[in-house]
């Protein structure tokens, strides 16, 4: 089967709708596997948002301008986005094409030369019928489709252990990604997600590398079918330095909710639409910026409680952190509701050791007791243990080797 052009959507938010309707004309495309639409909704929480977006610009066949007025006046995608575009265009990488949207002034730009879509360059939504646009869009599209993705390759040979899944399963660094299906529900799950029906302001806690992060990625996926939801690492950012910290904090905030340079912007966007602001390691925050940053977030949330929901994750109390940064004000401890992130039962440990091929299955169950002691019963741990096995069995390693990878800390420490 042929491998699928890589397509990368570059425009405004502003113009998120109009990219929907064109993500619909282009589905019959993409169920036959002769496209692959990227745009940055589609950036799993916890990743590096930059990072995803210029790996995948840099990846794709084809780059899509979606040209509005809002389009040119962004900063953001025509200093970064459109010029990359262009230098990929000359120098044979890729090919661009501008899609007009709404009228505007677009033949100044520097892809005017290019040839632009729908036919003329009349833009979509100034077609009568805005369908015969889109229409206009594919057929336009299809012809200019390169007939195959350059670089494809010839199939891979088949695995050589058949019975053993090409993909492991497990992950040994970071939040568990949303794919990896050896995520095991707790009873924290299903408290976090009752809780955000009611509560503005929730602390999700537990020891280290007990999986909070892990949680939190999962609720921005629940969160994100009802509200915009922002996923934010705090650890990432220059907690050292207050200004250097809110100049990124709001750069990231942007991305997901528009214009929102302070807090009183946030607040408008809280007043117009759902929000969810999901903050990994609140922890790494200094006694100044937090001095700053946790009163004006907690305002927020209490403010706007019905449209707005926050959610941190912390190694201790939320008493015990705001005591530690010098918040002693009570009213910033009101209104926190705890979730607490609870270390692996017995069920949920055999079914993290069930998605072990055999003989690594074998292995570990002989030495489930092990795996315990030296996990601690905490996810991650036993996430690493598990992988190496995994690894070790698909390369057709003996038991005694298994044995070994059981043994050594530097799989699971």
Known sequence: MPTPIDVFFSYSYKDESLRDELEAHLAALMRRGVIRGWHHR???????????????????????????ADFLASDYCNELEVKRALARCRAGEAQV????????????APFAELEALPRNGKAVTSWAVRDEAWKDVIIGLREALPRK?????????????????????????????????????????????????????????????????????????????SRSTCYL???????????????????????????????????????????????????HLTPDVARLFVPSLHHLAVTYEQSVRVVVCLPCSI????????L???????????????????????????????PAHKVARAHRSEIIRMSNRHPRAIQCI??????????????????????????YG
């Open 42 to 68: 589609k950036i799993d929480a916890g990743d590096d948002a930059q990072a995803a977006i210029d790996e995948h610009l840099e990846a794709a066949h084809v780059i899509l301008l979606l040209v509005s």
């Open 97 to 108: 094409i501008p899609i007009i949207l709404r009228e505007c002034v677009w033949q100044d």
């Open 386 to 411: 598990c992988y190496e096995l995994f690894e070790a069995a698909r390369a057709g390693l003996p038991a005694e080797v298994l044995l070994a990878r059981l043994g050594d800390k530097r799989h």
């Open 233 to 283: 690492d705090l650890q990432s950012l220059r907690t050292d330095d207050v200004n250097a910290f809110y100049k990124r904090f709001f750069e990231l905030v942007r991305r997901q909710f528009g214009k929102a340079d302070d807090w009183v912007d946030l607040a408008e966007v809280a007043d117009r639409q759902p929000i969810a602001l999901l903050l990994d390691e609140l922890g």
């Open 319 to 326: 008493h015990e952190f705001l005591a530690a940064r010098g």
């Open 149 to 225: 993705s350059p670089g494809e390759q010839p199939p891979p040979d088949p695995p050589e252990i058949p019975e053993i899944p090409r993909d492991n399963p497990f992950q040994k660094r970071g939040a568990l990604k949303l794919d990896k299906p050896s995520y095991v529900e707790r009873t924290c799950d299903h408290e976090l997600g009752a809780a955000l029906e009611r509560h503005p302001l929730v602390v999700i806690s537990g020891d280290y590398e007990v999986g909070k992060s892990s949680l939190l990625v999962r609720t921005h996926k629940q969160l994100s079918r």
């Open 328 to 358: 002693h004000n009570p009213k910033h401890r009101d209104g926190w509701l705890a979730i607490q992130v609870e270390p692996l039962s017995d069920a949920g440990i055999d079914r993290l050791l069930s998605l072990l091929p055999h």
